[in-house]
């Protein structure tokens, strides 16, 4: 499974942002799809995650601010990004995994990654 995140860019406080996630080759009818980021100096961070049957989860940080979705057709997820802060600031990676069942915020629980995109949020 490979997967491409595009997307992120520059964006002043209080600005919106939507990343993208796009997987190609072997992938599961059962998935869980995860968002992480990191920032400088910091560990890898669950974002958000969503699972083949449409659940979805979110870090507390982020809850009423950031929506994943996703579009089946296309094999790819979402993350729109709004009310951005200075500390959303990192490096977003998508994260992928070919099981069946519930979200996972661990990063070791995902077993394929994308390449990350970077978003920076301006003060």
């Known amino acids: 499974v490979q997967l491409q995140a595009s997307g992120g860019g520059l964006v002043q406080t209080g600005g919106s942002l939507r990343i993208s996630c796009a997987a190609s080759?072997?992938?599961?009818?059962?998935?869980?799809m995860g968002w992480f980021r990191q920032a400088p100096g910091k560990e890898r961070e669950f974002v958000a995650g969503?699972?083949?049957?449409?659940?979805?989860d979110y870090a507390d940080s982020v809850k009423g601010r950031f929506t994943i979705s996703r579009d089946n057709a296309k094999n790819t997820v979402y993350l729109q990004m709004n009310s951005l802060k200075p500390e959303d600031t990192a490096v977003y990676y998508c994260?992928?995994?070919?099981?069946?069942?519930?979200?996972?915020?661990?990063?070791?629980?995902?077993?394929?990654w994308g390449q990350g995109t970077l978003v920076t949020v301006s003060s």
């Open positions: 994260a992928y995994r070919p099981r069946f069942g519930s979200i996972l915020t661990s990063p070791s629980m995902y077993d394929y």
């Open positions: 080759g072997r992938t599961s009818s059962f998935y869980v």
């Open positions: 969503i699972n083949w049957s449409g659940s979805t």
